[in-house]
């Protein structure tokens, strides 16, 4: 029985050995052959494409393989840089054959799933009714006196009158009001219901439209608003309502089932996982998470998210970051267990995925020096179209002091908090670096809440468009009212209310108009950019003409 055994298996790999002698070649270069059976395993979508789309495909793999080659020969591949990327590619491809298997086991959301989670979200599918106010405010320090606010009361009380007998609400706003608002002639940003502190939500909602209210006390200080209007609610279509449902319940299905497996890896493989000590900023050497090699403490962690640059670093907490990666190493672990990493569709993937990273290298250097070899009048011409394109943007040194919402302290509370610290700052009684030192939940909070200098972009990547804007129209030296911070959530495809800010323009640089010779680079990187097609079709036929490259019609030739 052994012995049939033994044979039928030799013939089969008598058989494949055939097979493979008898596929005939799709192309060849110097950088190797590719045979029809490789080329429809690999690239089975190409294989059944157009003649034009099959050809293009069968270039690819040859620029690929002759690029990867040329990357290896000029040691592209023995930079720092480059070895992570390698290593990178080949954890890639592991981490997504394990994400996809953890895909294929979540269920779709059930028609009783979406009914029941768009009733638990009734309000937010049919949109919020908003009120458009303007404000005349007058702050009030914390611990003002008996005086002091009868005196402040008493001030708002002959406002409010003028207003009443017809004085221009923007203009007296502009003049008199201590709110940021007061250069948009006091107009608020539309407000929902509980977006407003409880004394002022109680007399907004009941103002008709061009009312003014009475004087309302808030643990800030004093109000007059006027109601200008009522926004009424954009709800979502049921089509857009059950697309939402189904998108929050995938991430949050694919949330809780990346959780349970983590659980399982983590005790499995030893892994020591301590998300605790983040929280000890007195422990910055404490380990976090530790497997096989990898050792990550609290500041390796912090060094990682710093990489993430500004937006980056703000939008994701150490504790995110700290997860993602323990997802990711045991991934890996977990696919070598499984021996994923031995099975012949996996190793070729990893093999791809490192040569296309060496092609990359290679595709890179030569395009850069395609660009640099331009005629210099051509780069000029470019420039002088548009020099300011190439200045540098404008710039803004912050400072803030950071109030997340977190156990113990809600959104009103870290409101309430840096208004008072506002005042004190105001008034001379205390140091706004010193108080970032002390206070602030933002990653600056070590150099005294110095952000250093940022551009609106990245603030309103971090803050969301309406606190970048307001602090856009903040004057240098002026301290500000305290700002929402609002981050884009693409899970939830929402913005999120996270913190308040307190901020201090320090400075304020304009852009300058650049020489053409200290952005040289710069304007070669542009004008690639704007030629890529000529740049790519002259590497690809450099490419294919360096390497010898043949194409057989239809896989005919050998």
């Not at 069968?58 to 480059?82: P, S, Y």
């Not at 028609?111 to 979200?121: G, K, Q, S």
């Not at 207003?163 to 539309?190: C, M, N």
């Not at 219901?193 to 008709?208: C, F, I, M």
């Amino acid at each position: 029985m052994r012995l049939a055994l033994a044979s039928r298996v030799a013939a089969f790999l008598v058989g494949v050995a055939a097979c493979r002698a008898t596929s005939p070649l799709v192309a060849r270069s110097s950088a190797g052959a590719l045979e029809r059976l490789t080329f429809e395993r690999d690239w089975p979508a190409a294989a059944r494409a157009t003649p034009a789309a099959r050809q293009r495909a069968i270039e690819d793999w040859l620029i690929e393989r002759a690029l990867a080659r040329e990357a290896r020969r000029l040691a592209l591949d023995h930079t720092d840089t480059a070895r992570e990327a390698l290593a990178s590619a080949g954890d890639d491809v592991l981490v997504g054959r394990v994400e996809a298997d953890v895909e294929a086991g979540l269920k779709a959301p059930d028609d009783a799933a979406l009914t029941a989670f768009l009733e638990r979200n009734r309000a937010q599918i049919a949109g919020a009714e908003k009120l458009s106010l303007r404000h005349v405010f007058k702050r009030l320090p914390r611990d003002a006196s008996d005086d002091q606010r009868a005196s402040a009361r008493a001030s708002m009380q002959a406002l409010r009158a003028r207003l009443v007998a017809g004085e221009d609400f923007a203009t007296l706003a502009r003049t008199l009001s201590d709110s940021e608002t007061a250069k948009f002639g006091g107009q608020i940003t539309p407000v929902a219901r509980g977006q407003l502190p409880p004394a002022a939500e109680a007399v907004a909602w009941r103002l008709a439209p061009g009312e003014i209210s009475d004087v309302v006390d808030t643990p800030v200080g004093l109000h007059v608003f006027r109601l200008e209007g009522r926004l009424p609610p954009a709800p979502l279509t049921p089509d857009e309502a059950r697309a939402w449902a189904r998108h929050r319940l995938a991430a949050e299905t694919r949330a809780a089932a990346r959780a349970a497996r983590l659980d399982v890896w983590r005790a499995r493989s030893g892994a020591l996982y301590r998300p605790q000590v983040l929280a000890d900023a007195h422990a910055p050497d404490a380990l976090v998470f530790a497997l096989d090699g990898l050792r990550l403490t609290s500041r390796d962690l912090d060094a990682r998210r710093a990489a993430l640059g500004f937006a980056g670093q703000r939008l994701r907490t150490p504790r995110e970051l700290l997860d993602d990666l323990a997802w990711r190493r045991l991934a890996v672990w977990h696919a070598r267990r499984a021996r994923l990493d031995r099975a012949p569709a996996t190793r070729r993937a990893v093999l791809r995925a490192r040569e296309r990273v060496l092609a990359q290298l290679a595709a890179q250097r030569r395009t850069r020096i395609w660009s640099e070899r331009r005629p210099e009048s051509e780069l000029r011409a470019l420039f002088d179209v548009d020099p300011m394109r190439f200045a540098e943007q404008a710039l803004e040194r912050v400072r803030v002091v950071v109030l997340a919402r977190r156990p113990g302290r809600t959104l009103e509370q870290a409101f309430e908090l840096l208004t008072t610290l506002a005042s004190d700052v105001r008034a001379g009684r205390r140091d706004l670096a010193s108080a970032a030192r002390e206070l602030s939940d933002d990653p600056s909070a070590a150099d005294g809440g110095d952000l250093g200098f940022v551009t609106r972009r990245e603030l309103q990547e971090w803050a969301g468009p309406t606190c970048a804007e307001r602090l856009a129209n903040q004057a240098p030296g002026e301290l500000g009212a305290p700002l929402l911070v609002e981050s884009y959530r693409e899970t939830r495809l929402e913005y999120e209310a996270s913190a308040y800010l307190l901020a201090r323009i320090e400075e304020r640089r304009s852009p300058r108009a650049p020489r053409f010779e200290d952005v040289r680079g710069e304007v070669a990187a542009v004008y690639a950019q704007r030629h890529w097609q000529t740049a790519d079709a002259a590497l690809r036929a450099d490419v294919l003409r360096e390497s010898g490259a043949r194409v057989f019609e239809a896989g005919a030739a050998r």
